[in-house]
Nanobody
C-alpha cells in the first residue's frame, strides 16, 4: 500500500553533514506520522526523530541541536538534516510511517573519526 525509499546515506568525516530523504509512494492518505530510526551494530533500533502532519517535531536527546527533521506533504517526503556528525551516529537509518507501521529498507550512514 505504501512504500518508503530512503536515500542520502554515505561516508562522511566527523563534523560533516548529510541529508537523508525518504519518499513515500502509493496511497499515503492515512499517514500522519513520519520518523527516522537508526540501528547500530549490536544495538537495538532507536528512534532518532519524529514529525507529525502538523510539523510538530521530537528528537532523541543524542541528536538534539544537530539533526533537523522536516517534511514536504506535497511531495510526501521526509528529510533528516544531520550536522556535526559524530562516529557514534554510524548506523543504518530507517524511515518509518504510521498508521500502518511502514518501514523503508534503510540507508547506511558511516561517520569516520
Amino acid at each position: 500500500q505504501v512504500q518508503l525509499v530512503e536515500s542520502g546515506g554515505g561516508l562522511v568525516q566527523a563534523g560533516g553533514s548529510l541529508r537523508l530523504s525518504c519518499a513515500a509512494s502509493g496511497s499515503s492518505f492515512s499517514i500522519n506520522v513520519m520518523a527516522w530510526y537508526r540501528q547500530a551494530p549490536g544495538k537495538q533500533r532507536e528512534l532518532v526523530a519524529i514529525i507529525r502532519s502538523s510539523s510538530r517535531q521530537s528528537y532523541a536527546d543524542a541528536v538534539k541541536g544537530r539533526f533537523t527533521i522536516s517534511r514536504d506533504n506535497v511531495k510526501n517526503t521526509v528529510y533528516l538534516q544531520m550536522n556535526s556528525l559524530k562516529p557514534e551516529d554510524t548506523a543504518v537509518y530507517y524511515c518509518y510511517a504510521s498508521p500502518g507501521a511502514y518501514w523503508g529498507q534503510g540507508t547506511q550512514v558511516t561517520v569516520s573519526p
